[in-house]
């Protein structure tokens, strides 16, 4: 029997999830957002890995401020988008298509992000670990891996079984979510409903804590994991509305 394609892989789910992840609010965000990078290492970035960089959200503005950025991502759906909005930019900027689980390049670069709960899409946590390895690898001694994730405690705090959302072209979408496996894991299941056509998404990822993700990296290596709650260094508290991890690779 054919193995069945990871929901990731699948690049009709990337087209007709599009409008709904990466609304045109989410990229003038994404410009904020790597405002705060620099605050939140207190250390100016050259070399920049976007690990999971989707359509360019904040690959582009690094670029724009100045960094030599590497942009890798599963989707080439996304990648194309990403390409399309850099548009005649003449930005620094290396596009790639390749897998987070093997994707290296040793002592490369100064600030690795993964952002955006771009982690988490494997059913086995050593696979999670193999990428957090491999973002250890690529980092030089002293840099910088900033992981943003939706962590389990801002789930089970805020933690709705279902949901609709109606966008301004008068789309709908109809969320579920269950979660699973102990808490490890959450899983959707999406209707999109647009011109009359219903198109139906199923998909999940891991679910980590504050402590549970901070003992992962430090099982990888990594040393003086601070949390926060946001990108702009708020605390991981009862506020918290993002699980945000700052790691250090040993200088």
Known sequence: ?????????????WEATYPFMFAEERFAAAEAEVTELSKLTGSPFHRVLDLGCGPGRHSI????QGGH???VDRSAFLLQKARARAGTENLNIEWLQEDMRSFVRPDEFDLVINLFTSFGYFGDVEEDLTVLRNVFRSLVPGGFFVIDLMGKEIVARGFAPSSVEKRPDGSILVQTREITDDWYRIQSHWLLIRDHQVTEIRFDNALYSGRELADLLKKTGFERVKLFGS??????DLNARRLVAVAIKPA
């Not at 029997?1 to 789910?13: I, V, Y």
């Not at 503005?61 to 724009?64: E, Q």
């Open 1 to 13: 029997m054919k193995a069945r394609t990871p929901w990731f892989e699948d690049e009709t789910l």
């Open 61 to 64: 503005p690094l670029a724009r």
């Open 231 to 236: 990108l702009r260094g708020t605390p991981y």
């Open 69 to 71: 950025v590497t942009a």
